[in-house]
Every structure is written in C-alpha cells, then in structure tokens.
C-alpha cells in the first residue's frame, strides 16, 4: 500500500486521552520530537492504540505550514 | 507569541520549488526525517525561504492521521 | 516571527468552551465578524485563552473555500 | 442550504491568479481584512470568479489555529 | 450558491454522536460507502442532523490523499 | 497497515492533471460518484498514477463538512 501524504514520521505512543468523540494521541518521534495527532476515538479504539505502541504520524503536505526567524 | 498549534518541529530546508501558485518546501528534521510542505508561493519568498535555511514545520494536531502496524 | 500562513485575523474572544480533548474558541473579529477555532484544550489552557482576551485567527490559505453567489 | 462550515466571511476579490492546478484568491474582508484562499483552478473558472466579485470565505473551525501575545 | 469545495457526495445519516465541543456524523453514501464527518456539535444542532436525514458530505480536493495498491 | 484516517472510498482515475507542484486526481467512485483529490505531483509520480487505475481516496474525518437542506 502506498499513500499519496508525503510526511510519515515514526513515533512510540507516550499519552493517549480517548475523549467522547476525539483522542488525542502523543507521541515521541526521532530526536526526541513531541507529535500530538487528533484523530477520532473510533479510531483509537479500532488501531488499539496505547502507550508504548509504535506508530506513524500520517501528515498530508499541505497541511503543514512554515514558521521562518 | 504562542501558537496554539501542537506540533512544530525544527528542519533546515533541502530542498524549494516555487511554483505558479504553490511551492514545495522539503526539509530534513530530527533524526534525519524528510518533511515536505506546500505553501503559497507569496509566503516562501516572503519569508525568504531558501535551500539551507533553519525553519519550523507548524502543524494543527487535526491535521495528523496516525498508522499502525 | 513569520509564519507561512497567508491569514492572520485580529479577534476578541467572546466565548470559550474547554472539552475534553478540544476546546471551541469564538472571537469577534474585524467588522463584528464571528470566527469560531476549535484547537486543542491544552492549547487552550497554555495559552491561557479567555473570554476577552485579543488573539489572532491563523488559517492557510489552502483550508479556506469559496462560495459565490 | 445550510452549511456546517463555522465561518463564512464576506469578501470582495482584489486579486486572482489562476494556476495549472491551483488557483490564488485574494479578498478584502470585513474592516479591509485580506484574506487568501487556495482553491482549485477549476473552481476557480467554474464559479466565475473575477477581481470585484463578492464571494465568501468558507472555513471550518477545526482549520484555525489561535495565536496569543 | 456555488461553492468551491470540489467533492459534494450525497448521504443518509445513520449515526449521529454529539460530543462537548465536536459531533460525529457517520452517513451512508453511494453503494454503500460510508462516511464519517466531524464537525462542531453547535453546527450538528443548528442543522437539525439526525439519523434518517438526507445530507451531503464537502470536502475539499486538498483534503484528500490518494491510496495506491 | 491501519490508518485512523476514516473514509476510505474506492475509486478509478478517470483524469490526472500533473502540475507544477501539485496534481488533479479526479476518481469516479462508488455509484458513479466524481471526487477529486489534490496531491503533489511528487506523489502522484511515485504511486504511478494514470488514468484507469484503482485507487482509494483517504479523508481524515475533521475535513469533511455536511451540508443540509
């Protein structure tokens, strides 16, 4: 399977709050990087997500702005 | 100023195509991750953007799917 | 600072809802204009987000529809 | 119709540049605000639109970041 | 109204779950797809969503990755 | 592979336009339904798309606005 998204970061899950409809999943990605996705809870449930958990941050190319100075 | 948005992540641009309305803005991360942006073509010369450059990747955590497995 | 993002909109905050994993911010923009963010609730809380509290909208240019007629 | 779309703001377009795939709309909002949208190059020719054209700016809530101080 | 948001899809509402802040609205597309949208819950109360209604799902082109193989 | 991504809807390329930075990816999915994506072209390379081919358009669920009435 090969997805169009151009950003795919590895990550290890290191919080995960599963809210009424949206989790917020944290992850520690390469150097130390913190990532903080908001995906759907279903959707948490569904991956079985949860700390410890190696994963990927999933980052299309246009959603991702750039700060300069 | 403080951003709301959770996910900025240092790189140093690679690689800038500047196109007719959009432009291409790839930088190499922690670790060594590739990033890739898309923004307005306005905003990468306004901001002076160029190979070598030190910048962020701003990204809103909505904006981040995750994969696993 | 810059930040790639072509819309930066001056706003007053007129109603703040902090939810469990998001939180819904309303601000009264230029021309009494209601521009309604939803963010993150730790966003929120670190930015210390209040009802009356001046901020700004940041939105990318390639998230913003047209409607004509 | 009715759209779920939290903010719709009014707006007059000063500037269009029509790329190969994407299309740069600029607009006077509320208070002289400028607002830029990215749409596609169809939509573009599709609905029209022209330097002086009343349109508006459509944008969900989860795509606007706050920023503070 | 023309709006330039490229992908309009039609949809029955089959699941509706309102959150504090965000509302997942899951609808039964064409041959049976489904779909699931996640707006504002002020949004799923102003348009009256409820299992059974008619709607349609807008998205727009940039939003959309592709999956190949 | 899983991905929190939640609308996953199977499509034909029935048009690809490759631009300068990004590309046109029109799909007719299910029921003869017409959807476009906007992906960079990069991507659009690497995954060898053409018209004809399956492939699956990948929405994450806060993108996706309803429209009622």
Known sequence: MQISGRNKIPGKITELVVG????????????GT???????????KELGLAVGKEVQALIKATEIMVIAG
Do not use: H, Q, Y
Not at 20 to 31: N, T
Not at 34 to 44: F, G, K, N, P, R
């Open 20 to 31: 009424d409809v949206m989790a917020k999943v944290v992850m520690e990605g390469p150097g």
């Open 34 to 44: 913190e990532l903080v996705a908001v995906i759907t809870s279903d959707a948490a």
